[in-house]
């Protein structure tokens, strides 16, 4: 189901942690499980729920709790708007609206060429810095002006 070197990876963080608490590497797991597959299907969650030594249940709740978990598929270029209250007052409802009117998809949409999938977020902790994205739940980018978000569009479609 996963690669030799996910399963590496994944024996890392399983080694983080006593014998009998390789399920506290369920988010590690999870995640490297995204990384590889793109997204979490139900034979994956299953997989690294066996994997753990979990209920299957058990390790759908954390990928179904969690927003950077994607339980269905996604473009390459996954893009969360941060619309929680600080954001939303800074600019972030407006910054999603953008980008929804410059990829032609709303949340939850994927774009027709598989590229871009827009998601909403909860809060990223970077108030301060608003409006902010979170690009594949690795870069995140502040103070997100039109002029901003149509760089980082043509950098991502590089």
């Not at 007052?89 to 009117?101: E, F, P, R």
Request: proline share 4%.
């Amino acid at each position: 189901m996963l690669s030799p070197e996910s399963l590496k990876r994944i024996d890392r963080e399983i080694a983080k942690y006593p014998p009998d608490q390789k399920q506290s590497a369920s988010m590690s797991a999870l995640r490297i499980a995204q990384e590889e597959k793109g997204w979490l299907a139900s034979e994956t969650i299953e997989f690294v729920a066996d994997y753990l030594g979990m209920p299957a249940i058990a390790v759908y709740e954390v990928a179904s709790f969690y927003n950077m978990y994607d339980l269905s598929p996604v473009g390459v270029k996954k893009i969360v708007v941060c619309t929680n209250l600080p954001c939303a007052l800074s600019g972030g409802v407006h910054a999603a609206d953008y980008i929804k009117k410059k990829l032609g998809i709303g949340f939850n949409e994927t774009t027709a060429d598989g590229r871009f999938t827009l998601k909403e977020g909860e809060c990223m902790g970077a108030c301060g810095d608003a409006p902010v994205l979170l690009v594949n739940n690795h870069r995140m980018c502040s103070w997100m002006t039109e002029e901003k978000i149509d760089q980082l569009l043509a950098d991502l479609k590089k």
